[in-house]
């Protein structure tokens, strides 16, 4: 490889490891059976990597058919079912599972110095149960489909649809169990597994945040799943619940789906503020800036996130009292994601900072989020709110912050820990090129979506009046891009396990336990129990507080 | 010109658009001041503080100060955009007492549109300019959302109660009805317009349309050939509460409570009787629910709305087409001062 990264120092060529995590037994059955985190990081990886990308072919068929206004491409039941098959995969299948349970099932043990999670047996069991739920919702999608939107809204979903509600339903339904077990894995581990001198305050945020994120997980998840199973009793022995027809009300359905649905998006977030606040540190080489305020607004967002769903029910005939409290709280949620953002670009502030490839997916992360957070705030307003709400300024915004957030977050980190993770190091030039394209092509794709979602374009139409195509070929255009950056990953990150440079233990001179073994790492992680006596980021001596002004 | 072809905004064709797009003009201001402050900290920072020319990092911990600061302004912008944003609110989700009524049933996936002094239509509604109009609305099967961009109001339309918007028109035109709540197949094609007229074309247009005389007589002659009238005879020792004047007035129920009868109350108490009991009557009346469609039911309580107060005599029938209209008693849009949810 030419492309040699310049800040590796050049000591003797780094070697792997003779026995490590992934060499040592190559039967399927340690693979099926394993309960060691990092291999089950690994199970979960290559599972959320196949749903990703079928729910990227949905959204490549949506692109495609927005191209022009009339409904040509697909019928409109296909179309019906791709933007919701696009929207479960993507919620349920990937996005909620992405950077928990694959970089936080692989580095949050490691960051802790412990073995393994409080109960490795638990997660293997949480992965087959995903497997088993994701098999469910791609079995009733493929037959039959369904074509409610990734939200079912009742009482379409219970009474009105001809489509696999029940099967889908049960699918997130028993997936919903895995995000339990590995929430309350995270949190037993966090509290009873840390390694000697690994006081609270001094965990890693990537830790603190899964905390958070754990806490939702185990909090708000039986909500969903309870929600799904009287769904399909509803549709299944015509118990009124939901449909008014047979006594019920669909509104309460909404209540239901968004306590938890809300606070989900915490869930897809959450993780990914932990992977920004691990990485600018390391690439700017020195220590976080306001410690405490990042790791507690994280408590925070888990905390007031629970008490903002119905900001998705503002026109949906509820109280306009009620609408006024949860305007409010919505408008306090924002706060703590402020401070965040504050807090890493202030970590830049004298630096010594390199822009490999995960900074510059950082970087992409704190331009997106902000653009999504701030955005957010139009939604919190209510009187926008009642003309923007249900179009495509919602579907931009949800994407600045899932997109444009989590899933950058996702791959700033698996480049990140890549060399951890397989021992070797990705290339960098396509690796940059890539997250260049995937700022470009995010930008071009949801930034008219705003556009189009003011001038009154609702969203899941398959046809449109022509004065919106406009803005639809940008779209389109941005997500052809888009996709091509999306790919790329998988081909250069494929070709590194082989040809990939050795990376060395740490390769980017970062501070953190996960560093200090070997890269892969040994099956129990550490040779012995590390113990801890300086706090996170401790890039160099502290040199006091700047003040204000 | 920069807006006919790169358009930022929909036309302002109501008189809440131009206050919509106000605070919408100041969240952008707000998001581009915001967004310029992080980039420009990161790049500045980027080139300043690059590995190259600066290969020791400063170890800040961090600093209290400027954590409150940055907590505190966006709180305080948040505040006013909370404020601004909820006061807009209520006024979009209050309707003038003076509004003119329009009834509305959504379907899959079309929309009928009654005018209170008889004509309907599909997919189609015509009104005054200048004159706020108050749409009554419900489903009949799943939730659609009535949306007109250009008014910058949206409500969803949900099966099984009333939800209400309102809007008054400034700018004669045609404009987009779309339904903004994902309900099936054809959803993009539930698709209206509302035609937007000089009051005296309006006049045309109501005199020209009208066919089957006007909603509360279509719900008078329901109302005698469902039977209601024997028992609502209105005469004293009748089995059934007599109804005239009792539409917008708070009922006393068997059970002690107070609710105001307006439009969900009355369209309740037909498909469901046992519900809310009268103070002073027995349970007797049996269910509608199945035999009435929407569109009757709105007929039924459009009469019962009709009838003044007259104590001991029968109820008749408001014959004259413009007591339908300009009787909204104020009951705010999207709100149900008697709901018991």
Redesign the interface.
């Known amino acids: 490889m030419s492309t040699v990264t310049s800040h590796i120092i050049h000591k003797e060529a780094e070697v792997m490891p003779e026995v490590h995590y992934l060499n040592a037994d190559h039967s399927l059955k340690s693979w099926l059976l394993t309960i060691d985190h990092k291999r089950i990081a690994i199970l979960y990886m290559l599972t959320i990597t196949v749903f990703f990308f079928v729910g990227g072919a949905m959204a490549t068929l949506v692109r495609l058919e927005l191209l022009t206004p009339a409904g040509d491409l697909l019928q409109s039941d296909s179309y019906n079912k791709a933007f919701t098959l696009h929207g479960v995969m993507m919620v349920f299948f990937f996005l909620v599972p992405s950077i928990p349970a694959t970089l936080g099932n692989f580095l949050l043990p490691m960051m802790l110095g412990c073995k393994d999670l409080a109960f490795p047996r638990i997660n293997l069991l949480s992965w087959y149960l995903f497997v088993i739920g994701g098999t469910f919702a791609l079995y009733g999608m493929i037959t039959g489909g369904l074509d409610t939107g990734w939200t079912f809204y009742t009482p379409f979903s219970t009474t009105y649809s001809n489509t696999n509600v029940i099967t889908v339903g049960l699918g997130i339904f028993v997936a919903g169990f895995a995000s339990i077990l590995t929430g309350l894995n995270f949190i037993v581990t966090t509290h009873r597994m840390r390694a000697p001198g690994m006081t609270w305050m001094r965990m890693p945020l990537f830790v603190w945040s899964h905390y958070a994120t754990s806490l939702i997980m185990i909090l708000g998840t039986p909500v969903i799943a309870i929600t799904m199973v009287l769904v399909v009793l509803e549709r299944a022995l015509h118990i009124g619940i939901f449909d008014p027809k047979l006594g019920g009300d669909p509104v309460l359905f909404q209540h239901m789906f968004w306590f938890y649905s809300h606070p989900a998006v915490y869930i897809m977030i959450l993780p990914g503020m932990g992977v920004i606040s691990e990485v600018i540190p390391a690439f700017s080489h020195k220590r976080i800036f306001g410690y405490k305020a990042v790791a507690f607004s994280s408590l925070a967002i888990a905390v007031f996130g629970f008490l903002v769903w119905a900001h998705h029910l503002f026109v949906a005939g509820i109280s306009i009292y009620a609408a006024l409290v949860f305007s409010f709280v919505s408008f306090l949620v924002a706060i703590p994601s402020a401070i965040k953002v504050f807090n890493w670009s202030a970590t830049l502030y004298k630096g010594s900072i390199r822009f490999d490839t995960p900074m510059l997916y950082a970087f992409a992360f704190l331009g997106l989020f902000t653009i999504g957070g701030l955005t957010g705030l139009f939604l919190a307003a209510l009187g926008i709110d009642v003309h923007v709400t249900d179009t495509y300024f919602v579907v931009a915004h949800f994407h600045y912050v899932m997109v444009g957030g989590m899933v950058v977050a996702y791959l700033c980190g698996i480049h990140f820990w890549w060399p951890k993770i397989t021992g070797r190091i990705y290339p960098e030039f396509p690796a940059r090129l890539a997250a260049i394209l995937v700022f470009v092509g995010f930008n071009l794709t949801f930034f008219p979506q705003f556009i189009l979602g003011y001038l009154g374009m609702p969203r899941r139409y398959h046809a449109y009046p022509e004065e919106f195509q406009v803005f639809n070929v940008l779209s389109s255009a941005g997500a052809s891009v888009l996709a091509v950056a999306f790919l790329l990953p998988m081909i250069y990150l494929i070709w590194s396990l082989k040809y990939g440079k050795v990376a060395g233990p740490n390769p980017w001179q970062a501070y953190g336990l996960e560093w200090e073994t070997s890269s892969p790492p040994p099956t129990h992680n550490f040779e012995h129990t590390p113990v801890v006596t300086t706090e996170a980021y401790s890039y160099g001596p502290k040199e006091g507080e700047v003040t204000l002004g | 010109m920069l807006q006919k072809y790169f358009?930022?905004?929909?036309d302002q064709a109501s008189t809440v658009a131009g206050?919509?797009d106000a605070?919408?003009i100041f969240?952008i201001l707000?998001?581009i001041f915001?967004?310029v402050v992080?980039?420009a900290?990161?790049v500045t920072?980027?080139i300043k503080?690059?590995?190259g020319i600066?290969?020791?990092?400063?170890?800040?911990?961090?600093?209290?100060?400027?954590?409150v600061?940055?907590?505190v302004v966006?709180?305080g912008i948040?505040?006013v955009?909370?404020v601004?944003?909820?006061?807009?609110?209520?006024?979009?989700?209050r309707a003038p007492r003076q509004a003119m009524d329009v009834y509305v049933v959504g379907k899959?996936w079309m929309w009928k549109l009654q005018h209170p002094s008889g004509p309907r239509e599909i997919n189609q509604l015509h009104i005054p300019v200048h004159t706020p109009v108050r749409l009554t609305m419900i489903s009949q099967?799943?939730?659609h959302?009535f949306?007109v961009?250009?008014f910058?109001?949206?409500?969803?339309v949900?099966?099984?109660?009333y939800?209400y918007t309102w809007f008054e028109a400034t700018k004669t035109g045609t404009y987009?009805i779309?339904?903004?709540?994902?309900?099936?197949?054809?959803?993009?094609?539930m698709?209206g317009e509302v035609i937007v007229m000089e009051p005296v074309q309006y006049q045309i247009w109501l005199s020209g349309g009208s066919e089957g005389g006007n909603l509360a007589s279509g719900g008078e002659k329901l109302f005698s050939s469902l039977g209601c009238i024997t028992c609502h005879s209105g005469q004293s020792g009748a089995r059934g509460p007599n109804l005239s004047g009792v539409y917008g007035q708070p009922q006393k129920l068997s059970t002690g409570a107070t609710v105001v009868a307006d439009d969900n109350y009355i369209r309740t108490s037909i498909l469901n009787p046992q519900k809310d009991i009268v103070a002073g009557f027995g349970p007797i009346m049996p269910t509608f629910s199945g035999q009435v469609s929407e569109e009757s039911l709105i007929q039924l309580v459009a009469y019962i709305k009709s009838l003044q107060a007259a104590p001991g005599q029968a109820p008749t029938a408001a014959g004259s087409p413009s007591r339908g209209t300009g009787t909204a008693r104020g009951t705010?849009a999207?709100?149900n001062p008697g709901?018991r949810?």
């Open positions: 358009p930022l905004w929909p206050h919509v605070l919408y969240l707000m998001a915001f967004t992080i980039v900290m990161v920072f980027s503080y690059r590995k600066h290969p020791i990092a400063t170890q800040i911990e961090g600093s209290i100060a400027l954590e600061f940055w907590s966006p709180l948040a505040m955009i909370f601004w944003g909820a006061v807009l609110y209520f006024h979009l989700q899959q099967d799943v939730i959302s949306y961009p250009e910058r109001t949206k409500q969803d949900l099966p099984g109660r939800t987009h779309f339904c903004a709540e994902y309900c099936g197949t054809k959803h993009s094609g698709i705010p999207g709100q709901s949810q």
